[in-house]
C-alpha cells in the first residue's frame, strides 16, 4: 500500500533521470497532474499527459534534457511529509539555490511554484523542491 503517493511521483522522476529515460509512467491523480503542471510552468519539464487506460489512467512525464543531454533537473525531493508537514507564507519564501530552483506548494489556489505563490500573494505546504 503506497503512503505517500507524492513522494512516489518524485522517486519515479528521479530514478527515470538517472537512468536518462525520455518518459515515465505513473499511475493518475489531480494532485500529481497539478504537481507536472507546475513543473512544467516552470520549465522543468518538457509536458505531459493524462492517458486512459484500464482499470486507471496513466499520467506520462516528458523528461527534459539541455542540448547536450544533460539533466535539467539536478535535484528533486518531497518536503512536507506524512508524519510532518510544512507550511509556509509569502514573508517566509526564501530562493531555492539563488533563484536556480523552486518549491512546489499546495494554496488555497491550486498548486503553484513559489514564484507564482509570490505573485499571488498566498502562502501553503510545501510539498517539494526542485532545481
Known amino acids: 500500500m503506497m503512503t505517500d503517493p507524492i513522494a512516489d511521483l518524485l522517486t519515479q522522476i528521479r530514478n527515470a533521470l538517472l537512468i536518462e529515460r525520455p518518459f515515465v509512467d505513473l499511475p493518475s ?5 497539478s504537481i507536472a503542471d507546475a513543473l512544467q510552468r516552470e520549465g522543468f519539464i518538457w509536458d505531459f499527459e493524462v492517458l486512459e487506460h484500464e482499470p486507471y489512467k496513466i499520467l506520462r512525464v516528458n523528461l527534459k534534457y539541455g ?7 539536478q535535484h528533486i525531493s518531497r ?4 508524519g510532518r508537514r510544512i507550511y509556509q507564507s509569502v514573508d517566509q519564501f526564501k530562493p531555492v539555490l539563488q533563484g536556480m530552483g523552486i ?5 488555497s489556489r491550486g498548486v503553484l511554484s513559489d514564484r507564482e505563490a509570490k505573485k499571488q500573494n498566498v502562502g501553503g505546504e510545501v510539498l517539494c523542491e526542485v532545481w
Open 29 to 33: 491523480s489531480k494532485l500529481k497532474v
Open 79 to 82: 518536503v512536507s511529509k506524512p
Open 103 to 107: 518549491k512546489v506548494l499546495s494554496t
Open 67 to 73: 542540448p547536450n543531454g544533460e539533466r535539467v533537473v
